[in-house]
């Protein structure tokens, strides 16, 4: 529990700094003595994964310092008494991205793709890669039009791009005349739900 704690003390301080403390600067958060006691809880945490050293021993974030708790489960449908138990913790870059490189943000505009969940300012994880399936939400041109994010849909052989808005009429789909270049695959929607 106590090396739980200080893991919160280092991320807390990478927030706050936006960088990694120094030993000494350890030695002052944990409130020690030594440097040696800062050391030994740097050993501890690396062994952990919550940090990790680059070639010159620098600290680095490890694997698990930007994970979050999983604290049980929530009814979706009717209430039930609910227990805060925690069961796992999970990194979200862990279990959205497979590539790290090819991985990016793009910012939703427009209503297209509502009834996909996806609404205007949504932020959309997307991965540049080049096995798009059918069924797959795609960024895509048409013709050498601009970039739009499209159901990639199949007719017989005939590859088009379907939006997913059934209320609004205007969005029709989109057959390509002569390209359809496909840039990356929609992986996860990111939606806030805070008040301004």
Known sequence: METAKRA???IRFYRQYHRMPSVRELQALFRFRSSRAAAKVVEKLVSLKVLDKDDTGRLLPGRGFFALRILGNIQA???SPAEEELID???LNDLLIQ???ATYLVKAQGESMIDAGIFDGDLVLVERRNDAKPGDIVIAR???DGWTMKYLAKR???LYL???NKANPKYR???PKQELQIEAVVIACIRHFRRP
């Open 8 to 10: 919160t003390e280092v």
């Open 173 to 175: 789909p989109i057959y």
């Open 162 to 164: 379907q939006p997913a």
């Open 156 to 158: 017989g052989e005939r």
């Open 99 to 101: 590539n790290q490189e």
């Open 142 to 144: 048409v013709d050498h």
């Open 77 to 79: 449908g009717f209430p």
């Open 89 to 91: 913790t999970i990194d």
